[in-house]
């Protein structure tokens, strides 16, 4: 996948303590609650800075021990999957994982994952591992890596989101979610391809026969719907909206560009420790009708925000987040509500113009992530899956 050393450049940690022993690093990672978190991933990125820093490009037997463990969501097993993915396909490393993982609805999907390749396993799984990173599709997963540089013409975009529409069909989903959830893809992985300049990593998986008592005690079913989406680039979300409007010259920019650039100069006024300039340029770059592209056209975002919102709508919980450069942005559906000229305040107040995010909406990033990524976990209740 291109760009995935940019991880590992933009995260400059470095863990000197290294055991090596028989001809084989061992790297250990615990947790004190037992969850694999971006704690645990800076940590693991910072052994590998100092592997490299000391020993070079050499190649290595690399052990990693986990031990019993929970991941957080798919987004953060999916990282585990790419530094893999760095150190056999760019280092030629032999790598072995030992874990213990316990499943829940938003992390199933590693019961297909292409670390069990790696999990106590032989030399010929280790080897497959690079393909079926690159793409799997089997039973309730489906993975692709996507290049869309230079297809801007082309009808790639229709063919993912058909892609996904026949995935998610097997499962008896409805037309609904999954023109939802395929527009949501599609639409990604289009900016990726126009802004980022990059490939763009998909993965999705359905997770089902999960049950939860109600306030009756009548047993109900649910399914959960996991995405991850991913890209490596020097470009950060919001690098354009600052870079074209926030700084850019105003007689070359749209109404609706206009508009940011004078509610900046609003918020400077609100900003601190907990809201930054990052921030206000993330939360731009998902207003409807806005490019980070100079253009006198109102063209940009067709409503993400409203798909998203409809998604967590439907979900009994969720957990949806984006995270690029330091900083993370989360989405809450009572908070994607447009104003009466179509913006997004991410606040109760629905005013982008007045008001800051509400608390809660911004995090730091426990890593620097060069590009995007974004986590969707959408828990569906079982009523939503017809026959």
Request: with cysteine.
């Amino acid at each position: 996948m291109q760009n995935i050393e940019k991880l590992f450049t933009n995260n400059r940690t470095l863990q000197k303590k290294l055991k090596f022993e028989n001809g084989v690093f061992h790297i250990i990672i615990k947790s004190e609650d037992g969850l694999f978190s971006g704690k645990q991933i800076n940590y693991l990125i910072g052994i590998i800075n100092g592997l490299h820093k000391k020993y070079g490009r050499h190649k290595y037997h690399i052990y990693i021990h986990l031990g019993e463990i929970t991941f957080i969501d798919k987004l953060t097993y999916v990282f585990l999957e790419i530094i893999c993915e760095y150190l056999i396909n760019t280092y030629g490393h032999y790598v072995q994982i030992f874990m213990d993982v316990k499943i829940t609805i938003g992390t199933e999907g590693i019961n297909s994952s292409p670390l069990l390749l790696l999990n106590d396993t032989k030399s010929d799984k280790v080897r497959s591992f690079p393909e079926k990173f690159k793409f799997d599709l089997y039973r309730n997963h489906f993975r692709k890596v996507v290049n869309g540089v230079g297809k801007e013409k082309t009808n790639y975009l229709g063919e993912l989101s058909e892609q996904v529409d026949n995935f998610l069909k097997y499962f008896g989903i409805d037309d609904d979610c999954r023109y939802e959830v395929g527009h949501v893809i599609s639409e990604l992985v289009g900016n990726v391809g126009e802004h980022a300049k990059s490939e763009c990593l998909i993965d999705i998986d359905v997770a089902s026969q999960y049950s939860k008592a109600d306030e009756n005690c009548v047993d109900n079913k649910y399914y959960g719907i996991n995405i991850a989406i991913i890209n490596f680039s020097n470009k950060i979300l919001g690098d354009d909206i600052y870079n074209n409007i926030i700084k850019g010259d105003e007689c070359e920019l749209n109404e609706r560009q206009k508009t940011i650039k004078k509610v900046f100069a609003k918020h400077k006024d609100l900003f601190d420790e907990k809201y930054l300039i990052d921030d206000f340029a993330n939360i731009s770059a998902f207003q409807t009708k806005v490019s980070g592209r100079p253009s006198f056209d109102e063209t940009g975002g067709t409503g993400l925000t409203v798909l998203i919102k409809s998604l967590e709508e439907k979900s009994d919980t969720n957990k949806c987040y984006v995270i690029s450069g330091n900083r993370c942005v989360n989405f809450y559906h009572e908070l994607l509500e447009y104003d009466i000229d179509g913006w997004i305040g991410f606040n109760e107040n629905k005013d982008f113009m007045n008001c800051k995010p509400r608390e809660g909406v911004l995090n730091d990033c426990l890593i620097n992530m060069p590009g995007t990524a974004y986590n969707f976990n959408f828990v569906m209740k079982g009523d939503l899956i017809y026959e």
